[in-house]
Structures are given as structure tokens and as C-alpha cells.
């Protein structure tokens, strides 16, 4: 941090330096923090990259009382007719999508959200998540998914949150997507489930995802090469409470 209280700002990425500091951050967390890769990862220059980030627009957090890397938090994200003009969406590769496609609704796929080491567990966060508010409300868009991780790939010690998932937080049948490479959730029966230590071990993101009436597709997702274990979270605007559907009101304080 600065010493400062931060001054947050949000915009979208508007040219190439825009997303390299984008870049930059990802490779500071997910490669750094979390010891990710992938076959466009530029240890060189220290830039997390893949060939969808030409197609997404790219959501900053920036603090500008910092005097460099002002970029603190981003969000990657993928509306239904960007992903139609690439065939695709990121999720396809984890994720039989169909449920969502064959829903007719307006679909945006979030990814890629991350915070400097510095600001997790302040303000920042809910900057950019009231900058995704009004994108969503920009767009119309209906249903927010994308893929959330786990650190690791190895099940058993993830056992307790991905069984609490299963038994709590599955998705509506409607929407249930499924792994494509499938890895149930279902590793421990729900009386053996220590919730306590479920809850722990859930990362801050999910839980965040989970407060707000998000909830999980059908099995996990095993990335051996960026080292996580991926779950498809999924958010049916119009299925939010009143108090829940607040983040993604332009009123929302």
C-alpha cells in the first residue's frame, strides 16, 4: 500500500497498456502467488496471458494514489454475442455450457478476478464488483457464470468445501452445467462433511459468489496445469433476493 487511503477509479481496459497492467497482475497472483501456467504465459515479462484476452473486455480497479501500477483488481469478462463472434467461450473447455445456451437469456462469463496481495480483504473488492453492477445492468445481462478455483489438484484434501458444495450450493437442474473431464463433488457424505472446515478452506471468491445466491455445476473441473481445481459458478439474476440482488443495482451503496 501507499500509506494513503486508497482513491479507487474503475474502467474498462481502453488500449494495449491498459492490459498489460491487467496482465501483469495476473501474473503476480495466479503464477507467482499460485504457481499457474500456460502456453502464452510470458515468464519473460511476467504477463498471464491466453489467446480469449483480444475478445474480453477487461474491468480495472485502480488505486491512484499509487505513484506506479496503479491497476489493483480485475475482472475478465465474455457477453453471449462477443463469445459468437470467437465460437466459443472460455468455460467451453472445463464445461458442457449447454444448459445455459439453451436458456435464451443473456449470459456473461466472468473470469480472471483477482486483487494485489495489498488490498484483499478491504474495499476493493466491492468497488469492482459495484463497476460489474453497472455493467451487468448495462448490458441486460439475465446469468453470470464463469469458473472458480481451488488451489491444488488433489481431492482428498479438498474433500470437506467441494462435498459442502455438492450437498448446499448446487445449481437449479435448469442450469446445471456439467464437468466435461468429471470430478464429482460428491467425495464425502453429507453427515461426514465438517462444515467448519468446509467453510475455512472455501476460497474468499466462492464464498463471496455463495453470499450473493451464486451456486455451483455438476462436478469439478482438474487443471492440472494451472494447479487448481475449477468449479462453474453460476448466478440467475432475477433468482437473488431483494438484499442479495443490491450489488447489481445501480443504488446499491
Known sequence: MTGQTPRFTTRLARDDADLLAAQRLRYDVFVRELGGDGDLVDHDAGLERDAFDPHFDHLLLLDETRMADQVVGVYRLLRDDQAQNIGRFYSDAEYDLGPLLRS???????????????YRGGAGMMVLWQALADYVTQHDIDILFGTASFHGTDI???????????HRHLVSEDLRVRSK???????LPEDQVDRRRAVLETPALIKAYLRLGGAVGDGAFVDHQFNTTDVCLIMDTQRLNARQKGIYTKDAK
Open 104 to 118: 435464451g437469456r443473456k449470459l456473461l462469463e466472468l473470469g480472471r478476478s483477482c486483487l494485489h496481495k495489498d
Open 156 to 166: 482428498d484434501a479438498l474433500a470437506h468445501p467441494l462435498s459442502n458444495l455438492h
Open 181 to 187: 473431464e468429471y470430478q464429482s463433488l460428491n467425495v
